[in-house]
């Protein structure tokens, strides 16, 4: 098996359509920026499996050794209703709505997307930035934008120009999408816009007297637009060029679009060298979304308080079920799916429980575990493929509890081995937790007394008594399993 330090990534660059092997710009260095949420609201489900996809790449790099610098920012101020620079800031309407200060708003939400993710067992990124933290670094920003001829100022606003920029770079190089199809395919907008061409982008807006959330600016009292902001802090905290930029799918267009073209306009170069995009959770098919309220929120799956559910999924088996997807997958969710993640994540962890107490005092093992170990290695590495990674997992499971049936041997060494890799792919690498929340370590407790009580039935040779806990659990979907050492449980 290759070391840890001799692995090789290939990471799939929206970019470039192809997976290309990552090489860091600075040796053992990497500098990971992912646009975080606009916080007016509460982190859906399937805003978590876009950030969750993010921390299991964020955990594998860090795993193999790299030196990870993980920004991912707080959009605070400047995502406007609709993204086409129309409409009222979405956190200034619900302050307007819930009558409390848009910092109000900002708190509330920064803090349920804090919490949740943490249930979700996500990891903290390295520094999170928020864009009314970095007014004075967007301003100048737009000034080194005006300065290289790309933007124009009108009556207070400033524009990013878009037909200038397709001169001398590609704009839509991201999405495959040609400026010639977006102008051709939009309506004529002269007259009612200050835009010189509707493809133009705002980098700066005049605020209106109505509006709260304004800044003094060389162009008068106003805001940043909502691209702005991510260019803005990747620099200050990665530089002008950096590693890798992701998001989710719906971000490449215009948001990350507009991102390469603002940090092409100042510096010349692409700001990352890997564009990775997370696929999006869908709920009866259509994409889970804040807007169209076709959503669910992770903690009506915690508490069961839903109508899609029959009853309440643990953080860890939620996790789960969104890693045996690849991250490029769009992904349904359902009672159904949630079922069988529930039904494979037991699975996982009773293997996992079964490895303290394997027999070890055998001269062999009947499982090639270099070849095995360096398996589950290559399918994070072929662009952090989670689903093959839980395969081979599962493969490792099965044999363990083969060994517990008497049916394999395994050797003290490589038990050791086993447990010791085993454990870094699934809590550190896959980020899963075994402590059961929403009550789930309760009925746990519950059917290792009943396991208990059946085995003295059985040493007391009462067989009806034993016959009868085993049978009645079995109709309730809970087959007990008996190895040499211990009485196990899976679910049906
Ligand atoms: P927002 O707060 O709307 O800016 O979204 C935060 C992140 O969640 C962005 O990276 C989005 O691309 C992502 N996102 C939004 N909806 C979904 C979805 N249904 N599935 C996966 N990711 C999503
Ligand atoms: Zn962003």
């Avoid at 949740?116 to 009314?132: D, G, H, M, Y």
């Avoid at 495959?176 to 907008?189: A, F, Q, S, V, W």
Wanted: glycine share 6%; net charge negative.
């Amino acid at each position: 098996m290759k070391s840890i330090a001799e692995q090789r990534i290939q990471i799939y660059n929206s970019l470039s359509g192809t997976k290309e092997e990552f090489v860091p710009l600075h040796g053992n260095m990497v500098g990971m920026y992912v646009c975080g949420p606009t916080v007016y609201n509460n982190v859906h489900l399937g805003n978590c499996r876009t950030f969750i996809s993010f921390d299991i790449i964020f955990r594998y790099l860090k795993h193999l050794g790299f030196k990870v610098r993980y920004v991912r920012n707080i959009t605070d101020a400047g995502h406007l209703e609709n993204d086409a620079d129309e409409g009222e800031d979405r956190i200034a309407k619900k302050a307007r709505i819930e009558e409390i200060e848009p910092m109000e708003v900002v708190q509330k939400y920064t803090v349920d997307f804090h919490k949740t993710l943490a249930k979700f067992n996500t990891l903290p990124p390295s520094i999170e930035p928020t864009a009314t933290g970095h007014i004075v670094e967007q301003i100048e920003l737009v000034k080194q934008i005006l300065d290289a001829g790309f933007a124009y100022e009108v009556e207070g606003s400033v524009y990013f120009d878009v037909l200038k920029f397709n001169e001398s770079s590609t704009y839509g190089k991201l999405s495959g999408r040609k400026l010639e199809d977006m102008i051709h395919n939009t309506r004529e907008t002269s007259g009612q816009s200050e835009k010189h061409n509707p493809q133009d982008f705002a980098l700066w807006k005049k605020a209106q007297p109505e509006h709260i959330m304004r800044w003094p600016s060389p162009w008068g009292d106003g805001f940043p637009g909502w691209h702005l902001e991510c260019t803005a802090m990747s620099t200050k905290y990665l530089g002008k060029h950096f590693d890798i930029h992701g998001g989710g799918m719906d971000l490449k267009f215009p948001h990350h679009e507009c991102e390469i073209a603002q940090g092409e306009a100042v510096s010349k170069c692409s700001p990352a060298n890997y564009w990775v995009h997370a696929n999006m959770l869908t709920l009866n098919g259509k994409k889970m979304a804040k807007s169209t309220g076709n959503n669910i929120l992770p903690d009506e799956i915690f508490s069961g308080k839903n109508e899609i559910m029959e009853r309440p999924f643990s953080p860890a088996v939620t996790r789960f079920f969104m890693l045996q997807a690849h991250y490029r997958s769009v992904l349904d969710f359902s009672n159904d799916a949630m079922l069988a993640s529930e039904k494979g994540f037991s699975k996982l962890m009773q293997g996992l429980s079964l490895l303290d107490s394997l027999d070890t005092a055998k001269e062999t093992t009947g499982f090639d575990f270099v070849e095995w170990s360096q398996k589950c290695f290559n399918a994070m590495n072929d662009d952090f493929n989670t689903p093959i990674l839980i395969a081979n997992l599962f493969d490792a499971v099965k044999f363990v509890q083969n060994v517990n049936d008497g049916r394999e041997s395994i050797t003290r060494e490589d038990l050791n081995d086993l447990q010791k890799t085993l454990h870094n792919f699934v809590y550190d690498v896959l980020g899963l937790t075994e402590e059961q929340q929403g009550g789930d370590h309760y009925l746990e407790d519950a059917l290792q007394l009943l396991i208990e009580l059946r085995n003295d039935a059985r040493k007391r040779k009462d067989f009806h008594t034993s016959d009868k806990i085993r049978d009645e659990l079995s109709k309730a979907g809970i087959v007990l399993q008996d190895g040499p050492q211990k009485t196990t449980f899976t679910l049906k």
